[in-house]
């Protein structure tokens, strides 16, 4: 892929535009699915880590912090290459084995803390949808800015003090479901400090 | 709740003076509390990031569309090697064809098939490849829809991708699987509601078996001209997936 293709994609990707990440999923989803493959891994997890990977990318990309030194897919490659060994890791698979096939490179330190941040956020969001609607609007609702006399009118209810005592139900629902949950335990309980970093292959 | 009501306050601006200042040093003293707070703020973060939450929505559609278009590009190629051992044997076919012409013709007239007869014969539901976990249900509206679908449970199924088409109009995946849902539910003119909506749309990556499906779908409807019209097309055009049944098909209908 040339630098200008790349610029267009990563622009592309920014704006949400269909087309461009379709041509991202064309252009660079078989070489990541062949490493997992090969790697012990199986397609559910090819889609997953390239999900990931794309959304680090996104982050960066969004917060203009995106400085690429090689070719997009390279890059998109070394990611999900780097979330997979960590999956790996976590697994206690042994990798001794590791079959390297595409080219790639040392990607940037903050990329597995943007990973760390992606997943821990989709899985609030993931339960957050799991509440009722009615939590899911109050508390959007109050997010969103709106004041309480708003939100009291918008929701039907009789007055702000059941209005307050209703949102801070529902959060609290949402915290404590989220806090018993074992994925955000693991996610909680990762630390990448210098003592855990994966060792170069 | 007090807690919750507290870190909430705090979080709203609405804490000030003494109150604020005794709120941030049980912060500071007590760890649990500490950590409570930044949960609660990465949970606001993560709810008000509709962005993100919209791009994963994109990312889940756009590998269904690879898959997709991934299955059709691998059974186009299947059959293009089928067409060239098939002409190899169509030289020997030929010879023996002419001598029983006469015979062959009064067979074919024979055998031709009532627009039902050549649906029971020709419709094979839709078969998607796409690998999902039930862990990936609560992920996306569509993936559940999918994984319904792949389990059989049309119904459920259909109400899935009726609620995404609801909300996004423009879902061409959720109007293709709506519309094989119905079709295994028998509900045609919903079905051919459905694909109307993706030929519509060029752009679609689903429009190929669009149009085989809406000729199949009029077929069962005893529409037989509009079935004969769509599979004329089909069979015009080589590189069309469909195009060689197409073909087999308009041969043997009534």
Same mark, same amino acid.
């Given at each position: 892929?040339?630098?200008?293709?790349?610029?267009?994609?990563?622009?592309?990707?920014?704006?949400?535009?269909?087309?461009?990440?379709?041509?991202?999923?064309? =252009?660079?989803?078989?070489?990541?699915?062949?490493?997992?493959?090969?790697?012990?891994?199986?397609?559910?997890?090819?889609?997953?880590?390239?999900?990931?990977?794309?959304?680090?990318?996104?982050?960066?990309?969004?917060?203009?912090?995106?400085?690429?030194?090689?070719?997009?897919? =390279?890059?998109?490659?070394?990611?999900?290459?780097?979330?997979?060994?960590?999956?790996?890791?976590?697994?206690?698979?042994?990798?001794?084995?590791?079959?390297?096939?595409?080219?790639? =490179?040392?990607?940037?330190?903050?990329?597995?803390?943007?990973?760390?941040?992606? =997943?821990?956020?989709?899985?609030?969001?993931?339960?957050?949808?799991?509440?009722?609607?009615?939590?899911?609007?109050?508390?959007?609702?109050?997010?969103?800015?709106?004041?309480?006399?708003?939100?009291?009118?918008?929701?039907?209810?009789?007055?702000?003090?059941?209005?307050?005592?209703?949102?801070?139900?529902?959060?609290?629902?949402?915290?404590?479901?989220?806090?018993?949950?074992?994925?955000?335990?693991?996610?909680?309980?990762?630390?990448?400090?210098?003592?855990?970093?994966?060792?170069?292959? | !709740?007090?807690?919750?009501?507290?870190?909430?306050?705090?979080?709203?601006?609405?804490?000030?003076?003494?109150?604020?200042?005794?709120?941030?040093?049980?912060?500071?003293?007590?760890?649990?509390?500490?950590?409570?707070?930044?949960?609660?703020?990465?949970?606001?973060?993560?709810?008000? +990031?509709?962005?993100?939450?919209?791009?994963?929505?994109?990312?889940?559609?756009?590998?269904? +569309?690879?898959?997709?278009?991934?299955?059709?590009?691998?059974?186009?190629?299947?059959?293009?090697?089928?067409?060239?051992?098939?002409?190899?044997?169509?030289?020997?076919?030929?010879?023996?064809?002419?001598?029983?012409?006469?015979?062959?013709?009064?067979?074919?007239?024979?055998?031709?098939?009532?627009?039902?007869?050549?649906?029971?014969?020709?419709?094979?539901?839709?078969?998607?490849?796409?690998?999902?976990?039930?862990? +990936?249900?609560?992920?996306?509206?569509?993936?559940?829809?999918?994984?319904?679908?792949?389990?059989?449970?049309?119904?459920?199924?259909?109400?899935?991708?009726?609620?995404?088409?609801?909300?996004?109009?423009?879902?061409?995946?959720?109007?293709?699987?709506?519309? !094989?849902?119905?079709?295994?539910?028998?509900?045609?003119?919903?079905?051919?509601?459905?694909?109307?909506?993706?030929?519509?749309? +060029?752009?679609?990556?689903?429009?190929?078996?669009?149009?085989?499906?809406?000729?199949?779908?009029?077929?069962?409807?005893?529409?037989?001209?509009?079935?004969?019209?769509?599979?004329?097309?089909?069979?015009?055009?080589?590189?069309?997936?469909?195009?060689?049944?197409?073909?087999?098909?308009?041969?043997?209908?009534?």
């Amino acid at each position: 892929m040339t630098v200008h293709v790349d610029d267009s994609l990563i622009k592309g990707l920014i704006n949400d535009d269909n087309k461009a990440i379709s041509q991202i999923y064309s =252009t660079c989803y078989n070489p990541v699915r062949s490493y997992i493959c090969k790697n012990s891994g199986e397609e559910n997890d090819a889609r997953d880590i390239f999900q990931e990977a794309i959304m680090v990318v996104y982050d960066k990309a969004k917060h203009n912090q995106l400085n690429l030194t090689c070719s997009l897919k =390279t890059y998109i490659f070394s990611i999900a290459r780097l979330l997979w060994l960590k999956q790996l890791k976590k697994k206690q698979k042994s990798i001794v084995q590791l079959k390297e096939a595409e080219e790639y =490179t040392e990607v940037e330190e903050d990329t597995i803390e943007i990973y760390n941040k992606n =997943t821990k956020h989709a899985l609030f969001v993931k339960h957050f949808k799991q509440l009722s609607k009615d939590c899911q609007k109050i508390i959007s609702l109050f997010l969103d800015g709106k004041g309480i006399d708003e939100v009291t009118i918008i929701m039907n209810y009789n007055s702000t003090q059941h209005t307050k005592n209703r949102r801070y139900r529902c959060k609290k629902s949402l915290i404590n479901t989220i806090r018993k949950h074992p994925d955000y335990k693991k996610l909680k309980n990762e630390n990448y400090s210098e003592n855990n970093k994966l060792p170069r292959w | !709740m007090k807690i919750t009501a507290k870190i909430t306050n705090y979080l709203d601006g609405k804490l000030s003076g003494k109150e604020l200042d005794v709120f941030l040093q049980e912060v500071k003293n007590n760890p649990e509390l500490s950590e409570l707070l930044s949960l609660h703020k990465e949970v606001d973060a993560a709810i008000k +990031d509709k962005d993100a939450q919209r791009m994963r929505e994109k990312l889940d559609k756009a590998y269904i +569309d690879f898959i997709a278009s991934e299955n059709a590009s691998h059974k186009q190629k299947k059959t293009a090697t089928g067409i060239i051992r098939l002409k190899k044997y169509i030289k020997y076919a030929a010879v023996i064809a002419l001598l029983f012409s006469g015979t062959m013709y009064l067979i074919i007239t024979r055998n031709k098939l009532s627009p039902n007869q050549l649906y029971s014969i020709y419709y094979q539901p839709y078969e998607t490849d796409i690998a999902i976990r039930s862990t +990936d249900l609560e992920k996306s509206k569509i993936l559940e829809g999918v994984y319904l679908y792949q389990q059989g449970n049309y119904n459920e199924a259909n109400k899935n991708f009726s609620e995404v088409v609801k909300s996004n109009p423009n879902c061409m995946e959720a109007y293709f699987y709506k519309a !094989m849902s119905l079709m295994e539910l028998q509900k045609y003119e919903e079905v051919a509601h459905s694909l109307h909506i993706i030929l519509e749309n +060029d752009q679609s990556a689903y429009t190929t078996h669009a149009d085989w499906y809406l000729g199949l779908c009029y077929l069962k409807m005893n529409k037989k001209n509009k079935a004969i019209r769509i599979f004329s097309i089909i069979s015009d055009s080589t590189a069309h997936y469909y195009s060689v049944k197409a073909q087999e098909l308009l041969e043997k209908i009534n």
